[in-house]
């Protein structure tokens, strides 16, 4: 169950690393766990602090944008204004 | 009284009579900042040369004639606020090499208003934390205790004021990573109401919660951060359209005839009795004054935690899927496929802390688990939300503890996540909430480390309890007294 939790967190678990992850997620499910015993049915889940309606902008194109170097400027690496990464179709 | 022991409105005063200048403010501060580094690890980078040059500016400025009243006032941003041109790292590795190419909103509103950024200052990484010990660039000091944390996420924020580096520090506070901080350092730190301060730019942890807010030494430096801080953001879509305020101007009120709320959920089992008699001591003060106390219940607070403990890591794990090694986060260098650079990119790049609550976010989110996690979480935070709104209809402020002991050692919570967690139980339900809180200094234990006292205000109720801690602040002086860490 961790490892697969792991995987969608798509964060690398090694073995050795296993017991005290799995110990520590059942301490803070331990913890967590007695929210169950609280009635709640009926109770409208809250999203969000504030009742606002999401606000739109005109479709319309913006004068002002960062420009493509600024933004790859922090790839880890990127040639001829693309990210590299490794080869996925064979 | 030298200039590093100045506040922030006592430094805008120095500045308008030309005591002093910007350059020489912010030499002498930078200076206090690298000295420091040893002993407190309160920043991550200080930025030297951008500081005097936006100093020469802001004298500039005032040589033709500008006025604004925090020209040439120096601060530094909690490194998770994007700096244009600098690195923000927001405590982790994965952001360790990362340069933002844009500035975020709080960021550039204190820029306009003529302050000075000395530097970016040292949190939990990813504002994971209630200890500063999970940053990267490793754990901040107490300045009243070396051996012991300065509290979190906001640690650095908190240590530098304390220590008297800085006048002013900005913050983010998702649950309680102000204001525990604050307590633990003895400073005063505002989270404002959700949606008053921008959070365009400010690295998302947990976007329904996390609210940036002013750190200084007193409140009514606070009030005078907020009136710049605080505004409409539109590059925010959760930014309220009522955000801005006169903070400064709603300062100096009478506390005659205030009601005050006070929790008995906020003075049972776990709080230290030192820290609940100083408390008491504080909110006499203000009885003293004129206001009455009521009693009140926030039942549901005792399941602030573990809500929090679901909503957080789930709001987390899906910002967080942003660091893919690619664009611009750490990129692992022994992978050969797609697959093997996610996975070991994000194990390197992240830390333990912020890995296992990916991992618990995944988890609540994930299919077959959803409704008896996350959406149990929602309806309980609808609860919790609901006991303050009951309060609020009898009481105009609640007033406790922000933490229920002071300052822990280093060290001392880092093996147990769980232990570590109720570091903030006084502080989660008002992020769950939404409304503000400020915490601010009202007495020392024992052995010498600071007390906070929480007030808690109805949504939009920032310029109230900032006008109330500043009332008690012009009374007490608590919030002057200084940290021994030079001698230490």
């Given at each position: 169950m961790v490892k697969r939790i792991a995987h969608l967190s798509r964060i690398a678990l090694p073995d050795n690393e296993l017991p005290q992850m799995v110990s520590q997620l059942e301490r803070i499910f331990s913890l967590v766990a007695e929210m169950q015993a609280v009635p709640t049915q009926g109770v409208e889940p809250m999203a969000h602090p504030l009742d606002l309606r999401q606000p739109l902008r005109s479709d319309a194109l913006r004068q002002e944008c960062l420009s493509r170097e600024e933004l790859m400027a922090s790839a880890p690496r990127a040639q001829d204004g693309l990210f590299l990464v490794p080869k996925v179709i064979e | 009284m030298e200039l590093h022991q100045m506040g922030v409105a006592e430094l805008s005063a120095g500045l308008r009579n030309k005591d002093f200048s910007a350059v020489e403010l912010s030499s002498t501060l930078l200076q206090r900042l690298r000295q420091a580094q040893d002993n407190l690890n309160a920043c991550i980078t200080i930025s030297e040369e951008s500081a005097l040059e936006q100093a020469r500016a802001a004298d500039q400025r005032r040589a033709q004639g500008?006025?604004?009243?925090?020209?040439g006032v120096p601060l530094a941003h909690k490194d998770i606020f994007c700096t244009r041109g600098q690195r923000t790292t927001c405590g982790s590795k994965m952001l360790a090499e990362f340069v933002s190419p844009y500035d975020a909103t709080v960021v550039q509103r204190f820029q306009k208003a003529g302050m000075v950024s000395l530097g970016k200052l040292n949190m939990d990484e990813f504002a994971m934390g209630s200890s500063n010990e999970t940053s990267f660039f490793g754990a901040v000091r107490n300045p009243w205790d070396l051996t012991r944390v300065p509290g979190g996420s906001s640690g650095g924020s908190a240590a530098a004021l304390a220590a008297r580096l800085l006048p002013a520090a900005t913050g983010t506070d998702t649950g309680g990573s102000i204001r525990q901080p604050a307590a633990f350092c003895g400073v005063t730190g505002l989270k404002p109401t959700y949606g008053r301060v921008s959070r365009y730019g400010m690295i998302a942890f947990a976007s329904s919660l996390d609210q940036g807010g002013p750190m200084a030494r007193s409140a009514a430096d606070c009030a005078l951060l907020m009136d710049v801080m605080a505004g409409h953001d539109a590059l925010d879509s959760t930014s309220h359209p009522q955000a801005a305020g006169r903070f400064s101007a709603a300062l100096g009120r009478s506390v005659k005839g205030l009601r005050i709320g006070v929790p008995e959920e906020f003075f049972g089992e776990g709080l230290d009795p030192e820290v609940a008699q100083v408390v008491q001591e504080a909110i006499q003060w203000y009885v003293r004054q004129g206001a009455e106390i009521r009693p009140v219940h926030l039942p549901n607070n005792v399941h602030a935690v573990s809500t929090y403990y679901v909503l957080a890591p789930a709001e987390a794990s899906s910002n967080l899927s942003r660091f893919d090694g690619i664009r611009y986060s750490h990129r692992s260098g022994s992978s050969v496929d797609l697959q093997e650079l996610y996975l070991q990119s994000r194990y390197e790049g992240f830390g333990p802390e912020v890995r296992r609550r990916i991992l618990v976010g995944s988890y609540v989110l994930s299919a077959g688990y959803y409704d008896a996690y996350y959406r149990k979480a929602q309806q309980l935070r609808a609860l919790i939300r609901e006991d303050f709104r009951r309060a609020f209809a009898e009481v105009d402020v609640i007033m406790g503890p922000t933490t229920p002991t002071p300052a822990f050692a280093l060290g001392a919570k880092s093996a147990d996540p769980v232990a570590m967690y109720l570091a903030d139980i006084y502080t989660i339900a008002v992020n769950l909430a939404g409304i503000p809180a400020l915490s601010l200094p009202c007495g020392f234990s024992k052995a010498g480390l600071p007390i906070g006292l929480q007030i808690m205000g109805n949504y939009f109720a920032d310029e109230l309890i900032l006008g109330l801690g500043d009332a008690y602040q012009r009374d007490s002086d608590w919030h002057q007294q200084v940290p021994g860490w030079e001698e230490q």
């Open positions: - | 500008d006025s604004a009243p925090l020209l």
